[in-house]
């Protein structure tokens, strides 16, 4: 990673970026309490934690926010479900250089782990708005540890052009 003037970032400008992101991520999570279906916690996480990388684009994670769901049936005699979503905050390799704040996000119903597109329609609009919600937040703490990029253009192999938003 390197920092806003191009210099690769030392060790230590690496672990206060991982030590802020997670206070203001465990800080945040404590809002997200509420009723027994709505809680939301934060929790530490390790190198061992999985999360989905290519090889040529590692990532680290740093913390994770748990958010319990309860899904109910619209059919007034149909079984309800509880939904776990997992985010998992993480420091992503650049492409050339530099890196980027991101969260991978699990989702399990009745504790089995599955797709979006595998779970009914009625409860998934209720996972995406969640997830969009939850996301929308991180996404708040990651804007004041980043700078903000806007794309100029992509050519035809993927690789894309950003300039400073």
């Given at each position: 990673m390197n920092d806003e003037d191009g210099n690769p970032a030392q060790d230590y400008e690496i672990d206060d970026l991982k030590y802020n992101v997670y206070e203001d991520v465990k800080e945040t999570s404590l809002k997200f309490i509420?009723?027994?279906?709505?809680?939301?916690?934060?929790?530490?996480?390790?190198n061992k934690t999985r999360v989905d990388a290519l090889r040529g684009y590692p990532a680290f994670p740093i913390v994770g926010v748990r958010k319990w769901l309860q899904l109910d049936s619209p059919q007034k005699y149909e079984d309800e479900a509880y939904a776990t979503l997992t985010f998992i905050c993480v420091i992503r390799s650049g492409y050339y250089e530099g890196g980027c704040l991101d969260y991978d996000v699990k989702v399990e119903v009745d504790g089995y782990?599955?797709?979006?597109?595998?779970?009914?329609?009625?409860?998934?609009?209720?996972?995406?708005?969640?997830?969009?919600?939850?996301g929308n937040q991180l996404e708040q703490i990651f804007e004041r540890y980043s700078i903000p990029l806007t794309r100029v253009g992509t050519f035809?192999?993927?690789?894309t052009i950003y300039t400073r938003g």
């Open positions: 509420g009723l027994p279906n709505n809680i939301g916690v934060y929790f530490d996480v390790n782990e599955t797709e979006l597109g595998m779970i009914k329609s009625e409860w998934r609009t209720i996972i995406e708005a969640e997830i969009k919600r939850v035809s192999n993927g690789e």
